[in-house]
C-alpha cells in the first residue's frame, strides 16, 4: 500500500494558487543584460509592452478564465529576488566573465518589482499592456507570456483524466527524446534553450533542459532561462534583442535619427559590456538594409544571430557580408534561433557545417511540442505565436518591420514610414507558426 | 518546494524485500479453475514442475543473483489467501456463473501454502523445481515465473539514473499506446490480458492493464491475473492448460491410455463444470491427431484456442473440423493466445472476421514490450521464453509435444513413443520468441 501524506493530498486540493511564476530569475538572461544598460544609459524613457497574439485563430479570451490570468499576474507582482539569487548574479560567471553584473545594480534589482498591468478584451483576445520607466515595463515581457502560456496550457488540460495525462507527457517525454538522439547525430552541434517565453510550463520546461543536459551532455550548452541556469548549474545565455533599436528609433527626432539608431544602439552595447556579447541581432528593421549601411567596426564583432530569414537565406546573406567586408566566416559565430526544430537544425548544420560556427537556440519546438501526444486527438495544445512588443517609448510609436511582414509589429503609418527609410530589399514573406 | 515525505524515503532506502509476489491471487485464473479440479479429482498425484529457459543464449543465472532469487521464492512460500481475496473469490461471480467455487474449496484454500522448492544452477542456467501435491506443486508454475522475469528486469534497470528510467518507460507508455490506438480501430475486438507470466514487473502489468481498461472500452474483456480481476472489477478470463492432458497421459497405463488421455480431461472437466468453461485446447500432442480423434461431443463445445500453430492456420484447421463434423462455425469461439502482437491480431481478426467468433489472449507483448526503449539501446529487457511446465507425474515422465517442435518438453525417448502414438502430422517448425 502507498502512503498517502494527508497533508500534502489536502494541499493539492485547495491550494489558492498554482503560481506560474515564483521567481523574478525566471526570465531570459537577455532581459537582465538590457536592463543594466538601459538603467544606465536611458533610465528616464518610460515604454508600453504589449501583448500580441499572431494566432487570430486562438480567441485566448474565450480560453482563458480572466480572474484566473489576473491571479496570476498580481501574484508575479509579488514576487521578489532572493537573497539567494541576487549573490548567484553578482557571483557567477557569464560568458567567462566575472561581474557581469555591477554591484549598484544588483542592489537596485533587490527591490524591483513589476509594474501594474492594464488587462482589457477585444475581439475575443486579450489587451494586455505595461506602461512605465523601459527599466520596468520591459522585465514583463517574459513573464507575460509564460503565465498566458502556461494558462492555456492548463486549460486545455483542464477536466482530463489521470491515464490521458500520463500517456500525453508519456508521448511527449518520448518525442522528446526522439529529437534529442537525432541532434546527438551532429559530432560538433552547439545549442541551448530559448524556450522560456513559449513553454508548455515551468515544470515541463525544467524537465526539457534536464533532458538536453542528460541526452546531449556537451552538446548542451545552456539556457536563456536565469533560473534554470542557476538551479542546474549551466550557462545563461543571451544578448540582446529587437527592443533596442526598436526604442532608440522610436525616440528618434528624424528619418536620419532613425536609420542610425540600429548601429548606435550596438555602439552602446559594445561600450556597456567592455567588448562583450558582441552578437548582433540584424532584422529589427530587414537584415539587407542593415548590413548595407553597418559601419565597418560591426564585422568585427563576434556574431549574428538572424532572426526572422529562413536559417539558410539568412545565413548565406551574412556570410557574403562578412566576405564583403574581408572577415573570414570560420572564424564568426551564427546564432540561429526563428522557430527551430530538428529537421532545419539537421539541414542548417549540415549546409554550413565547417564554414562558420553555429550555435542554435531552440525555442517553442522544444518546450512546447505536444502535437500529436493527445490521446483524445485535441490540437488545444499546440503552440501559437504570442508575442511582448514594445509598442510605443515616450508616447511615440515603436515599429518592428522584421524580415518577414508577417511579423511586422506598429501603427500602419509608421511601418510605411519605416518601410521608406530602410527600403524593402530582402523581405520574404512566411507563415509564422511559433 | 516539493516536501519530502522522510519516513517514506528512509524506508524506501532500506527496505529488507520489495516482494515481487504479494498475493496469491496474483496468478493466472486458469490455476484455481483447474486446482479446483484436480483437488477434487486427482489429489493424490505427485507432480514435479520444472523452469526452462527456451531462450539459452541468455544465461539467466549469470543475470539474477541467487541470493535475491531465493528470497524471493521464500517470501512467496510465506504469502498466504487473505480474507478479503477468499471472501471474493467465493462471492463474485465468473463468466456469468455464480459460486464457480465450492465452499469447501475455499475453506480449503485459508490455509494454502506454496510448497518448498529446489534450486540449483546448470551451465548458466537456474534448476529450479517444485515437487509436491500436484494441488501444490502446479500453484508455483505463475508466481515462479513473475519472479524469474521481474528479477530480470530488475537486474537489467540496476544502476540506471532517474532520467533514463523516466525515458524508458515514457517510450513503453508511449508504445503501448500506439498498439492501442491500432486495435481500437477493430470494432468488434475481443481482447484480455494473457501476460503475467511474462510480465516486465507487476506495477507495469498493472498499468497494461489500466491502460487497456481505459483506451479499449468493451473490447477489453478482463484479465488472466485474478488479482488485478478483483483490485479493477474485471472479469477474470481461463479456463484450462497443457498440464492437464499432460499428467494424465504420463499417468496412463499403456499407449491406448496415453491416446484417450486428452479426451478424458475433459470429460472430466465437463463434468466438473457442469458444462460450462469449455473451451479446449487441442495441442498438447498435435492439434491434427487431437481433432481427428475427438469424439463428436467435443464439437459442441464453445470454443477451441489453437496454442502453437499461427494463429490463421490454427484457425483454419479447426474452422475445418467444426465443417466436417457438421457444425457452424459462426456460433464457435477461436481464442488466439499464442505470442500474439498487433500485427498478427489485426490480421487474424480482419482473416476470419464475419466467419467465427474469436478472443485474443495477449501476453508477452502486451506486458513486456520494451523492446527499442532503453535510451542506453540494451538489449536486456527484451523478453525471453521461459515457461514453467509438469516434468513428472507420480515419478513417470511427463511430455508435451505441441504443434512446434521447438516447444516440445519431456525425455527424449518419451518424446519419440508420444510422437509414434500421435503421429507428426500438420506438425510446423517456427522460432519461439516469447
Redesign the interface.
Known amino acids: 500500500m502507498p502512503?498517502t501524506?494527508i497533508?500534502?493530498r489536502v494541499y493539492n486540493h485547495g491550494w489558492r494558487l498554482d503560481p506560474v511564476v515564483r521567481s523574478l530569475l525566471d526570465t531570459d538572461f537577455y532581459k537582465l543584460l538590457m536592463l543594466q544598460m538601459i538603467r544606465h544609459l536611458h533610465p528616464e524613457v518610460r515604454t508600453t509592452f504589449s501583448l500580441i497574439n499572431r494566432s487570430t485563430s486562438v480567441r485566448l479570451a474565450e480560453v482563458i478564465d480572466e480572474a484566473e490570468l489576473r491571479e496570476q499576474l498580481d501574484h508575479a507582482r509579488t514576487v521578489r529576488f532572493s537573497q539567494r539569487e541576487l549573490i548567484w548574479l553578482a557571483g557567477n560567471s557569464f560568458y567567462g566573465k566575472q561581474r557581469m553584473f555591477a554591484p549598484d545594480f544588483i542592489d537596485w534589482l533587490a527591490d524591483f518589482q513589476l509594474p501594474a498591468y492594464k488587462l482589457g478584451k477585444s475581439e475575443g483576445q486579450y489587451e494586455l499592456t505595461f506602461e512605465g520607466p523601459w527599466t520596468h515595463s520591459s522585465m514583463w515581457e517574459i513573464p507575460a507570456l509564460a503565465i498566458v502560456n502556461e494558462l492555456r496550457s492548463r486549460a486545455a488540460l483542464k477536466g482530463k483524466?489521470r491515464?490521458?495525462l500520463?500517456?500525453l507527457?508519456?508521448?511527449a517525454?518520448?518525442?522528446l527524446?526522439e529529437k534529442v538522439?537525432r541532434l546527438r547525430e551532429l559530432p560538433d552541434l552547439v545549442i541551448s534553450d530559448f524556450g522560456t517565453r513559449r513553454r508548455h510550463g515551468f515544470l515541463w520546461q525544467r524537465w526539457c533542459v534536464?533532458?538536453l543536459k542528460?541526452?546531449l551532455g556537451s552538446r548542451f550548452v545552456g539556457t536563456s532561462n536565469v533560473l534554470l541556469a542557476m538551479d542546474n548549474d549551466l550557462e545563461a545565455i543571451g544578448t540582446n534583442a529587437h527592443e533596442l533599436p526598436m526604442v532608440l528609433a522610436a525616440l528618434a527626432e528624424d528619418d536620419a535619427g532613425v536609420a542610425a539608431a540600429p548601429y548606435r544602439v550596438l555602439e552602446e552595447w559594445r561600450a556597456h559590456y567592455d567588448g562583450n556579447l558582441l552578437v548582433a541581432l540584424p532584422d529589427a528593421f530587414g537584415t539587407a538594409a542593415f548590413l548595407r549601411g553597418a559601419p565597418d567596426w560591426l564585422a568585427d564583432w563576434t556574431g549574428v544571430r538572424p532572426d526572422s530569414l529562413p536559417a539558410i537565406e539568412g545565413g548565406e546573406q551574412i556570410i557574403g557580408w562578412w566576405k564583403e567586408r574581408g572577415r573570414d566566416p570560420q572564424t564568426k559565430l551564427l546564432i540561429f534561433s526563428d522557430g527551430m526544430d530538428v529537421d532545419s537544425i539537421e539541414a542548417t548544420y549540415r549546409h554550413f557545417d565547417g564554414r562558420v560556427r553555429m550555435s542554435f537556440g531552440w525555442g517553442t519546438n522544444l518546450t512546447n511540442d505536444f502535437r500529436g501526444c493527445d490521446?483524445a486527438g485535441g490540437h488545444e495544445l499546440e503552440p501559437i505565436s504570442l508575442v511582448a512588443k514594445v509598442t510605443s517609448a515616450n508616447g511615440r510609436p515603436a515599429v518592428k518591420l522584421s524580415d518577414n511582414p508577417a511579423k511586422a509589429t506598429g501603427l500602419p503609418s509608421e511601418i510605411e514610414r519605416y518601410r521608406r527609410i530602410f527600403g524593402q530589399e530582402g523581405q520574404m514573406p512566411q507563415a509564422v507558426r511559433v
Do not use: H, L, N, S
Open positions: 502512503v501524506d497533508a500534502t483524466g491515464f490521458e500520463d500517456i507527457y508519456a508521448r517525454k518520448a518525442k527524446w538522439e534536464e533532458a542528460e541526452g490521446p
